[in-house]
């Protein structure tokens, strides 16, 4: 049996593109072609097929990315959400992770990629995309103990969840750029990662960072 597989990006000559190639890899039926949330939303609310897997795109007009995986992981918690992006920017990447997507991939993805990274999510349910630094499976592992931080550091870690960027938070606390990097490299370790990204996801994770 096929999985049912749907696209919503604004572009219509990639969302038809990218419906094709999925269908030559011979496991996949698109049920669902959208070039916006919105449209996603009129088309589940029929009595069409509901997707395993849907490939977003995170730059939409009327229902962006982010607004369209929030909307689909509340009415649609089993659903697999894909974030697809010409940009690997790392707050995007976040805000997508936060929204509930379990992969992130960048539409310059080579096929063979594409195909492998759809395996591992209909299979594992998520998708450890290297290129992008980004560690899915400590983000899906099971909740552990969570470290002991300081009130300063829970404050710096809030803000390193934001779009600010390290010299912003340092002047937003009233704290030197050499005390902010201490903050970082320390929860570094606590939080066992190496980027401001796995930083991020393991925050969202241990639920030491407010999501509003």
């Known amino acids: 049996m096929k999985t049912p ?4 990006d604004d572009h219509q000559l ?7 190639m ?3 890899f011979k496991v996949y039926d698109v049920v669902l072609e959208a070039l916006n949330g919105k449209e996603v939303q009129q088309k589940l609310a029929g009595d069409g097929s509901v997707p395993s897997i849907m490939l977003i795109d995170v730059n939409m007009p009327v229902m962006n990315g982010v607004e ?14 894909v974030a697809l992006s010409m940009n690997d920017n790392d707050t995007v990447i976040i805000d997508m992770i936060k929204a509930g997507c379990c992969a992130y991939l960048l539409k310059e993805t080579h096929p063979d990629e594409l195909e ?36 300063k550091e829970k404050i710096f870690l809030q803000y390193a969840c934001s779009d600010l960027t ?6 937003t606390m009233c704290l030197s750029e050499r005390t902010i ?5 320390s929860l570094f370790g606590k939080l066992k990662v190496q980027s401001r990204v796995g930083l991020a996801m393991e925050a969202i994770k241990k639920g030491l960072v407010s999501l509003s």
């Open 22 to 24: 999925l269908k030559s």
């Open 116 to 151: 492998r990274a759809l395996q591992e999510i209909n299979k594992k349910g998520f998708y450890n995309a290297d290129s992008s630094n980004i560690n899915f499976r400590r983000l899906l592992m099971t909740e552990q103990e969570s470290p002991v931080l300081s009130e």
């Open 166 to 171: 390290y010299k912003e938070i340092a002047s």
């Open 68 to 81: 369209t995986a929030k909307w689909l992981n509340k009415k649609y918690p089993q659903m697999k959400l």
């Open 5 to 8: 597989i749907g696209i919503v």
């Open 181 to 185: 990097d201490g903050y970082r490299e």
């Open 14 to 20: 990639f969302l038809k593109s990218l419906g094709l």
